[in-house]
Every structure is written in C-alpha cells, then in structure tokens.
C-alpha cells in the first residue's frame, strides 16, 4: 500500500514501503508481540540504523502505519466526492463506500493481517473513526424521508451500529476471500445503510 508524496525522496519512500512489507509478512507468521525490529530489517534486507532513520521503535512504526492508513482512505474519499457519476448523486455514499472497498481489495493482504486476522486495535479503531466521521456526515446532511420507518431511532446508536456493521462486514468480506465484489458489496451496504440512518432531528 503505497503513501506517495511529490515532496518525499523515492529512496524514503521504497526504504518504507519494504519495512511495511516486512512487517506484515511477519505477522502472518508471528504474534505482533515476538516480532522485534531485528526481524523486521532481515526481512526488508535493511539493517537496524535504517529502520531507525525511519521510525522510533516498532509501536511508532505500528502508529505511522495506521496513521498513513487513514490519509490514504481520506484522499480515496475526497477523490470520490469530486467524482460521483450522476446516477449515484441521489445516495452518493454508495460511490464512495465502492471506491474504499475497491482501495481495500486492492490491497488485501494489508487489510487481511491487520483487520480481518491479527485485528490490531490501532488500525480496527481508526477505521472506525473514519467510517463514524463518514456515516455521521451523512446523517447530517440527510433530507427526511416519508419512505423509512416511522420509529426514529437516536442518531448516535444508528451512527454506532452503522460503523460497526461495516467494519464487520469488511472482515468478514476479507476472511471468506472476498466473495463479492466491491461494486455489488457496496451496493448491499448501502440498501442496508438506506433502512438503518435516521432523518436528522
């Protein structure tokens, strides 16, 4: 999963992305807790001042990895939001909940070690955030809809189970290797997401 930047030497960049590397192949092998950064620089062909130049101690490294996480996804959407075709402008949650699956698929063995198996709370947790910080953008944004439900359910228990549902559903997608794909994936959740978000108060 690469976090490119115009103004970030390539050598900087290629040195970190064979670190992520090394970690995650790591913790396919290994618990988190037993891996040190001897292991993560023989696995990346590095040595330890390289990794040093690069990251604290490997809980720094773990936090800049979920962090650098988290920027990428918020481009993906931002990037979404500028694209929507016109027959997605009525629900265009739908648009971009696509375009983060499709990030996700395309970098699946990230997500599979670090969601869906290992289940690090530092990147189940950001994730998390992002998708309450999404849904609740929505939700607020929402026109009252004759066609929902007239149990009006408290917004931040919609937005809650909103959030959780998805990242659920995401591990799970991953765990039974993605058996749907993320056109039709984000289509069912946002049937789903129709029938769960309240009208705002």
Known sequence: MSTTSPRTDPRVLRTRQLIREAFIDLLQEIELEKITVNRIAERATINRVTFYLHYRDIPDMVEKI?????????????????????????????????????????????????????????FTDNLMNLMIKLITERAQNREPSTTL?????????????????????????????????????????????????????
């Open 149 to 201: 439900s007239t149990t009006r359910v408290p917004t931040d228990i919609a937005i809650w189970y909103g959030s959780s549902a998805f990242i659920g559903t995401i591990i799970n997608w991953l765990r039974h290797d993605m058996p749907y794909t993320p056109a039709f994936l984000a289509k069912q959740l946002s049937h789903l997401f129709r029938l769960q978000l309240p009208d705002t108060e």
């Open 66 to 122: 979920a962090d650098e996480m988290i920027k990428q996804i918020e481009v993906i959407l931002d990037d979404a939001s500028n694209q929507i075709p016109v027959r997605d402008k009525d629900w265009p949650i739908m648009y971009k909940m696509q375009k983060l699956i499709e990030h996700i698929a395309d970098n699946s063995k990230f997500y599979k070690v670090l969601l869906a198996s290992k289940r690090i709370p530092v």
